[in-house]
Every structure is written in C-alpha cells, then in structure tokens.
C-alpha cells in the first residue's frame, strides 16, 4: 500500500514562513514525479508544482518566486517552502505521487495565514 502525509502546516501571519513535509511510504519516491496541490475556501483543487524523478521543478505562475518544491529521496519525502504567506495563501495543501500505477494523493495539511 502507499501512503502519503502531510505535515508542517499551521497557523501564521501575514509575511511569515512555513514548510510543508510529505512522507511517503509503501514506494521509493525515487522513481516518480512528486506534486504539490492547494484547495483555497470554496474553490476547487488547484496545482502548485511539479519536481521529477530528475530533481526538475515547475510551478505554477503564481506560485514561482514564493514557494519552492524539493525532494530529499533518502528520507523519501518532498517539502514545499512556502516564504512571504498572505492570507489568500490559506487553505489545504495536498501531495501527490504521480506513478505507472496511478496517482496518490495524501489527506492534506491546513494552513491558515492570519492578518
């Protein structure tokens, strides 16, 4: 089985700092392009980035500059660093793998940047 947690989220203000962890187990995320997602209050689910087997990354034109995707594939988890928060940066933030198999996504992790 595969399975994908989040953590690192929480609550903090206007211009701080978080970064979000997603640990994987039951793969080797060594193989697969791993995926950051966001779902803001009453929106749908929106991509954030994108890092390959490779160590390639892509972001979301919005996204580029403030956060950034990285892996360290010997504790077989993906960070997203996320600096400059604004209140439209709260919502739940997702992992995904992305394998031959099918995509797994954890349950998510909430943050909340206050004003």
């Known amino acids: 089985q595969v399975q994908l947690v989040e953590s690192g989220g929480g609550l903090v203000q206007t211009g701080g700092s978080l970064r979000l962890s997603c640990a994987a187990s039951g793969m080797s995320i060594s193989s697969y392009s791993m995926a950051w997602y966001r779902q803001l209050p009453g929106q749908q689910r929106d991509w954030v980035a994108t890092?390959?087997?490779?160590?390639?990354?892509n972001y979301a034109d919005s996204m580029k500059g403030q956060f950034t995707i990285s892996r360290d594939n010997a504790k077989n988890t993906v960070y997203l660093q996320m600096n400059s928060l604004k209140p439209e940066d709260t919502g739940v933030y997702y992992c995904?793998?992305?394998?031959?198999?099918?995509?797994?996504w954890g349950q998510g992790t909430q943050v909340t940047v206050s004003s």
């Open positions: 890092i390959s087997s490779g160590g390639s990354t």
């Open positions: 995904q793998a992305r394998t031959l198999f099918g995509d797994y």
